[in-house]
């Protein structure tokens, strides 16, 4: 029962660096989310991905990239890490789209500083 | 284009009912609701895709009103187990899920 599996938990990076988040799901579910939540706020759309191979951009994708080459996986990218990316990172899958009456199933969520 | 919940905090007693709404200016495709406790991953709870639609299970039910613009969720006789933040989402398209800011809701005994 992993459900949605996202790896590291915590991570410290300093300005400037670069780091991928992981995720990974084993419900076969086509479609992928990824979020970031800040302290006491709601959560932000990063990228989404509806297969594998299909992505597209959220409401606040500067700053990040993604990937879709299994089904399974759907990686985060930063690139240049800055500190307004200190946050926590939340992937999510569902079996169908956002007006379907499919669940999103969330990861445990990976806790991001940057310094 | 955020669903916006009111109110942003409550708290209660064991034993007392709660109820948070999340509205719209638009009329919404379908309405998500999750329960998040602090430092850990959002539950999903419910969700109402149908104008006037009512769902419920154990003490926890929601509401999605006739012209799809307001969900109220309905906490009766709260229980300790029930503190987090409540969050309502909604699609802006198909998949661009937007999530209201959260009700953080404390059951003190």
């Known amino acids: 029962n992993a459900g949605v599996t996202q790896t590291p938990k915590f991570r410290i990076l300093k300005i400037g660096q670069s780091m991928t988040l992981q995720c990974a799901q084993d419900?076969?579910?086509?479609?992928m989310y990824w979020y970031r939540q800040d302290p006491g706020m709601g959560l932000k759309l990063i990228y989404y991905s509806v297969g594998a191979g299909i992505t597209d951009k959220g409401e606040v994708p500067n700053g990040y990239n993604v990937s879709r080459s299994t089904t399974e996986d759907f990686p985060l990218r930063l690139e240049l890490a800055a500190p307004s990316q200190t946050s926590v990172y939340f992937c999510a899958s569902s079996k169908a789209s956002g007006v379907s009456n499919q669940p999103q199933h969330f990861g445990d969520g990976t806790r991001l500083s940057i310094l | 284009q955020q669903p916006v919940q009111s109110p942003q905090a409550v708290i209660l007693r064991e034993g007392e009912d709660a109820v948070i709404n999340c509205s719209s200016s638009?009329?919404?495709?379908?309405v998500h609701w999750y329960r998040q406790k602090h430092g850990e991953a959002p539950i999903f709870l419910m969700i109402?895709?149908?104008?006037?639609e009512q769902k419920g299970h154990d003490k926890i039910s929601a509401s999605f009103n006739e012209k799809k613009q307001q969900s109220s969720l309905y906490l009766t006789a709260s229980q300790l187990s029930y503190s987090g933040t409540y969050f309502c989402?909604?699609?802006?398209?198909?998949?661009?899920?937007?999530f209201g800011a959260g009700t953080r809701l404390t059951v003190k005994p």
């Open positions: 638009k009329a919404l495709y379908s």
């Open positions: 989402g909604s699609p802006y398209n198909n998949n661009d899920m937007r």
């Open positions: 109402l895709l149908k104008g006037g």
């Open positions: 419900m076969n579910h086509n479609y």
